[in-house]
Structures are given as structure tokens and as C-alpha cells.
């Protein structure tokens, strides 16, 4: 049985809207960078949105044209 902590909608409403709001720019920004595997991934792996923020502060800037 969970914690009863986690039964309450105070704690998981806003951690609810906290992952889909950065996973949503997340996924928006793997797409629009063309990068399929970073998509796939995003979209598969729930972390809390720790993956995601990794994503956009480290792996997610759009490179330079060449």
C-alpha cells in the first residue's frame, strides 16, 4: 500500500503538470531539432522531468548550420 501522502491530490496534481509541462517542451523541441532518437526516448522514459531538463539545458540546443 502507498503512502497515504501519495493518495492525496495536493502532492501528484502539481507534480502531474510539472512533468507534462517540460516534457511537452521537451518532445517540442526534439522534434523540432529533428533528433528521432532524443523524441523516442523522451517519450518513452518518465523521471519526474529530470531527463527532460537535462535534455533542454544539455543536449537540446540546436547546433549551428554548416
Same mark, same amino acid.
Given at each position: 500500500?502507498?503512502?497515504?501522502?501519495?493518495? *492525496?491530490?495536493?502532492?501528484?496534481?502539481? $507534480? /502531474? /503538470?510539472?512533468?507534462?509541462?517540460?516534457?511537452?517542451?521537451? $518532445?517540442? %523541441?526534439?522534434?523540432? *531539432?529533428?533528433?528521432? @532518437? @532524443?523524441? #523516442?526516448?523522451? $517519450?518513452?522514459?518518465?523521471?519526474?522531468?529530470? /531527463?527532460?531538463? $537535462?535534455? /533542454?539545458?544539455?543536449? #537540446?540546443? %540546436?547546433?549551428?548550420?554548416?
Amino acid at each position: 500500500m502507498p503512502p497515504d501522502y501519495f493518495l *492525496n491530490p495536493a502532492v501528484w496534481v502539481p $507534480l /502531474l /503538470l510539472w512533468t507534462i509541462s517540460w516534457k511537452g517542451f521537451a $518532445l517540442w %523541441r526534439a522534434a523540432r *531539432n529533428q533528433q528521432r @532518437w @532524443w523524441f #523516442g526516448i523522451l $517519450l518513452v522514459v518518465n523521471t519526474l522531468a529530470i /531527463l527532460e531538463i $537535462l535534455y /533542454l539545458f544539455v543536449y #537540446g540546443h %540546436r547546433k549551428a548550420a554548416q
